[in-house]
């Protein structure tokens, strides 16, 4: 599942494999239910799996069932509800003419020999799992998916349960970087935490990435006096290190290299937890869904209207804020701020299920479209009324 197919996957069995029966009914010649209703004559009963071993002659029926293989002779199939059993079921009456080809399933139907079932770049659904399943197929050649190690950094984190030493914070972003991995479907390793010392930093690097495709750390990547990250890159890295300042709030430090050797990326996120979530959506995601071959790199973006002002100053950056997205019933995209908007303060991301992207300038007034990146598209009521909506409108036959 997710995974994406690296080599097209061709049918070499047709989908219907043979002609059968799309209701529960009797099978006929459809000449004979000319004049309909007409009397014939019953010589079999054929249930799904099972064949009948003899052909029609003109004027026979056999009773099918759904899936059931039609029977020689045969070229249509009259449901149970047109007909009526005689003779405790030697005979039957057609009720009505049915035409050549009614309620059967033509072989290849569905699947032909030589289709494409699965291209390459193709993310596999629960869909296509099936489509494969029906070829006999119990493997396919994909991408690897990638497996990262997450790592935190930094001398105030304590890694104990019990109450907090002064001064000492928890470990909050190696959980959430290892949960949105792990919800990409990636391979996780969980490599703890490291203190602010260089050569530390530098030795786990080193170990991971004999196992990890990638690694993601948290901390030390802006410019205080302990922030280790830049220096230990600069050396592991070579002249493929990159610091940057990205012109967005939250977010802004980062630091990326490939470790001179194996050449294993690294993405050096910041430590406040909010910036290193955004971080992860905006710039380890897409690289990493890259390298697991999907094509399609980065969350949506929706125009939503604002359902309150959205207030901010120039400052020549992009803002990224936490928020709610819904849909309503009429397909309209709403959008509201969920709280403290501070890189620290992670509770409103918690909230959150997207990012409205606003840009540099004075904001944007309620009722105004804002573009805003889904971050969960699998959580888009506010209050299970759009569902609702959709729920009522379904009736069933
Ligand atoms: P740094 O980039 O190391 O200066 O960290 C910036 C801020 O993020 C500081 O307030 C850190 O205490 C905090 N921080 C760093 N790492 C973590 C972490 N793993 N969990 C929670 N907060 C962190
Ligand atoms: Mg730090």
Redesign the pocket.
């Known amino acids: 599942m997710d995974c994406v197919v690296s080599e097209a996957v061709v049918a070499t069995e047709p989908i219907p494999p043979f002609t059968n029966s799309s209701m529960d009914g009797y099978a006929v010649r459809a000449v004979d239910t000319r004049g309909a209703p007409v009397r014939l004559t019953v010589v079999g009963s054929i249930m799904a799996g099972h064949a009948l071993n003899q052909d029609l002659a003109p004027g026979e029926a056999a009773r099918i069932m759904t899936g059931a293989p039609l029977p020689g002779g045969a070229d249509a199939v009259c449901m149970i509800e047109e007909t009526e059993d005689h003779d405790e079921g030697r005979s039957v009456t057609i009720g009505r003419e049915v035409r050549a080809g009614e309620f059967i399933r033509q072989p290849g139907r569905d699947v032909g020999i030589g289709d494409v079932v699965a291209a390459a770049g193709t993310v596999l659904t629960p869909a296509h799992l099936g489509v494969l399943a029906n070829q006999g197929k119990d493997s396919v050649l994909t991408y690897p998916r990638p497996h990262v190690g997450v790592l935190?950094?930094?001398d105030?984190?304590y890694a104990g349960a019990g109450p907090l030493p002064p001064g000492k914070?928890?470990?909050?972003?190696?959980h959430s970087l290892l949960a949105l991995a792990r919800r990409e479907g990636w391979g996780c390793t969980d490599l703890g935490i490291v203190d602010d010392d260089d050569e530390h930093l530098r030795q786990r690097l080193t170990s991971a990435s004999s196992t990890c495709d990638a690694i993601i750390t948290?901390?030390?990547?802006?410019v205080?006096d302990l922030?280790l990250i830049r220096v230990v890159l600069e050396d592991l890295c070579g002249g493929t290190m990159r610091w940057m300042q990205v012109a967005i709030r939250p977010a802004k430090p980062l630091a990326f290299g490939l470790l001179a050797g194996p050449g294993t990326p690294v993405f050096g996120l910041?430590?406040?937890?909010v910036s290193a979530m955004v971080s992860f959506e905006l710039f380890v995601r897409p690289a990493l869904r890259a390298m697991g071959g999907h094509r399609s790199l980065h969350r949506p973006v929706v125009p939503a209207v604002a359902d309150a002002d959205l207030h901010r100053r120039s400052d020549g950056k992009l803002h990224l804020l936490r928020a709610r997205v819904t849909l309503d019933s009429r397909g309209g995209w709403h959008v509201r701020t969920t709280g403290g908007q501070e890189s620290?303060q992670l509770h409103s991301m918690s909230e959150a299920n997207a990012l409205i992207l606003l840009p540099d300038g004075s904001g944007a007034q309620a009722g105004n479209p804002v573009d805003v990146m889904v971050l969960n598209a699998n959580d888009l009521s506010e209050n299970g009324s759009a569902l609702l909506e959709h729920d009522r409108q379904m009736t069933v036959s």
């Open positions: 935190s950094t930094g105030e984190l914070i928890r470990d909050a972003n190696r948290s901390g030390g990547v802006s205080g922030d910041p430590g406040n937890p620290h």
